[in-house]
């Protein structure tokens, strides 16, 4: 199983790259293996400001749909348009094409809140 070790992550299988005030969300490559082939990716929440762990879009893989949980709080900027065409890009590429939101960070001390790779490895018990 792949964990960069320059992410950070969530409980909910979340990863976040920070960038400035910007952080860029997908899900983790041991997400997108448990779902399974991912045929959908929802996200109507662009231009809107949500609070850490709200509900920003759903993943549907061909077995389930999944919510996903925005790991910070702040105004999503941006949704990765080639899912809307390309959805099995999360599971190809889950930390590179297949990112899945922008956001901009409301309050960077959330950061501290998220996961480490080492924290994050125990969790799914890799």
């Known amino acids: ?3 960069p070790a320059e992410l950070k992550y969530t409980k909910d299988h979340e990863w976040i790259k920070i960038d400035g005030n910007v952080a860029i969300i997908g899900i983790t490559d ?4 448990e779902l399974g082939d991912i045929v ?3 996200v109507e ?13 759903t993943v549907e893989a061909v077995k389930t749909v999944s919510d996903l949980f925005l790991p910070l709080t702040g105004e999503i ?6 899912l809307e065409a390309d959805p099995e890009l999360v599971n190809t590429d889950p930390y590179g094409k297949g990112w899945m939101i922008k956001l901009q960070i409301s ?8 996961l480490t790779p080492d924290a994050y490895t125990e969790l799914v018990g890799a």
């Open 107 to 114: 309050d960077v001390s959330q950061i501290e809140s998220l």
């Open 77 to 82: 900027l941006e949704f990765n348009e080639e």
């Open 1 to 3: 199983m792949n964990v």
């Open 40 to 42: 959908y990716v929802e």
């Open 30 to 33: 041991f997400a997108q293996s």
């Open 45 to 57: 929440t662009v231009g809107e400001t949500l609070e850490q762990e709200e509900v920003f879009g």
